[in-house]
């Protein structure tokens, strides 16, 4: 089954300065996303990204498909209190394209 | 709009007996998924149903199961509740089930 790794963990930030995220999947990516979850809430859509080389930018946030690395990376600029959260990445499986594999997401801090 | 609502936002239970929480999709959405979050974890695949009709399973025992109803709100039950069983338990609607799932709030599921 496919498995996708996080990193880092957890990361603190001071507010203004970048970051980035990353999401390395065991398997090839036919598809990946990226969302943000506030402690105990719901899942909020941030990004699909689905063709190798594919970038993607809302806001101030931008993503990344590296689909040879079978890897997705996430850039916060100038990240703000409001970037708190946990970010997950979540990939469809090869075998279906409905079902969401996620990763144990990442934990952002950004100190004022 | 209204987004995907789930009920109830909190749940306490304990070993042995049996749970039923609910979602309503988003208007015009034809397919729901569930999801399990265990806390520190990304949410893990349990369900996804399509025009009322299951289009797949994750890797959960059958004391799990689900419906969809004709107004396209879903129902997931759960018998025999382990204490393992404590999670946030996430709804996902999206307009065929391929296209990003937007999610709801969450059911909390204490198990005692």
């Known amino acids: 089954s496919q498995e996708l790794e996080q990193s880092p963990q957890s990361l603190i930030v001071q507010e203004g300065k970048n970051l980035t995220i990353n999401c390395t999947s065991s398997?090839?990516?036919?598809?990946l996303y990226w969302y943000k979850q506030k402690y105990g809430e719901g899942l909020i859509f941030l990004m699909m990204?689905?063709?190798?080389?594919e970038e993607k930018s809302h806001e101030k946030i931008t993503a990344k498909l590296d689909e040879k690395k079978q890897q997705s990376s996430l850039h916060i600029t100038a990240s703000q209190p409001s970037h708190a959260g946990i970010y997950l990445c979540?990939?469809?499986?090869?075998?279906?394209?409905?079902?969401?594999?996620f990763g144990k997401g990442t934990l952002l801090t950004v100190n004022p | 709009d209204a987004g995907v609502t789930q009920s109830p936002t909190h749940l306490i239970k304990t070993r042995g007996q049996q749970v039923t929480l609910r979602c309503s999709p988003i208007?015009?959405?034809?397919?729901v998924s569930w999801y399990q979050q265990v806390l520190g974890q990304g949410p893990q695949f349990i369900f996804q149903?399509?025009?009322?009709?299951?289009?797949g399973r994750g890797n959960f025992p059958d004391r799990f199961s689900a419906r969809q109803f004709p107004n396209y709100s879903s129902e997931l039950n759960v018998n025999a509740l382990l204490l393992g069983d404590s999670a946030l338990y996430l709804c996902?609607?999206?307009?065929?089930?391929?296209?990003?799932?937007?999610f709801g709030d969450g059911t909390r599921l204490s198990i005692l």
């Open positions: 996902a609607s999206s307009l065929t089930g391929v296209e990003p799932q937007h």
């Open positions: 398997k090839t990516l036919y598809g």
């Open positions: 990204l689905q063709k190798g080389g």
């Open positions: 979540g990939a469809i499986s090869g075998g279906s394209n409905y079902k969401l594999t």
């Open positions: 208007s015009g959405h034809k397919s």
């Open positions: 149903y399509y025009e009322k009709e299951e289009r």
